[in-house]
């Protein structure tokens, strides 16, 4: 089963783009990376799968249920962390945590006093005095108390320090290896590499590909690293060059036998070449859009 699909979905703000005909399927027990620049439309995605905004056209399922019409039985099952979480400031953290286990009908008190070791959150202050990485950490805490069986996350490592993201992610990859399917979104292409098996590229709210991490990585370039050339060789297919005083580096999308032939013939101190990083994969696919 599917623990996240969606159809065509469309969502207009009047006449301003939200996003345009987003299909993407997640399966169960997957760990999925979202994406995309700030205005991409990953937030908007996210708010229809929840519910929390209804989609101009298309739809969207969660574990096979639309979300327009059984929300409260798909919101069970789900932790939602947005990217910009807000509490009641004179509460404290452990009164804010406490009510939102409340709201679920759960006693969450073992788990959530684990979680709170975990990211080293002092539960006895005020919302009002916590800093902005702190905030995270409640939205954290709030979002995986209940063991839901699908993570949604906005963005979720935004303040929080190196240690502590170390420790959410293995929080999160001990939850995936239980089954519970993650769905991420995030602009930071290392944390998207080094955790998710799969990914969708968004922008201007329409999807550009959808694949396998690997694949991903794989499927458009190797990056070429000469030195003792100043200058490209003529070959199709090469993007991105990079110069300096020691050689050239460049993007080349053609076959590897014609590029070695070539190589061959060049005055060449040192040649390198390798797999090119997500980024500069996320980078290429924004170019042949633009």
Known sequence: MDAVRTDFLTKYYGKARGIVDVSLCVPEGDFFGFIGPNGAGKSTTIRILLGLISPTQGTAEIFGKNIQGQREEILSRVGYMPSEAAFYRGMKVKEVIQYSARLRGRDCRKEA???????????EKKISELSLGNRKKVSVVCALQHRPELCVLDEPTSGLD???????????EERNKEGTTIFLSSHILSEVQRYCRHAAVIRDGKILVSDSIENLGQAHAKRV?????????????IKDVKKNEEGISFLYGGRVDVLLQT?????????????????????HYYREEQ
């Not at 190196?162 to 999160?172: G, K, S, T």
């Not at 690293?225 to 297919?237: D, N």
């Not at 190589?263 to 980078?283: K, Q, R, S, T, Y």
């Open 113 to 123: 006093r684990e979680l709170c070791e975990r990211l080293d959150l002092d539960i």
């Open 162 to 172: 190196p240690l502590i993201q170390r420790e959410f992610y293995a929080i999160l």
């Open 225 to 237: 690293t000469l030195r003792g050339v100043i200058e490209p060789p003529a070959l199709e297919g």
């Open 263 to 283: 190589l061959a013939a060049l005055p060449l101190a040192d040649v390198n070449i390798g797999e090119p990083d997500l980024e500069e994969i996320f980078l």
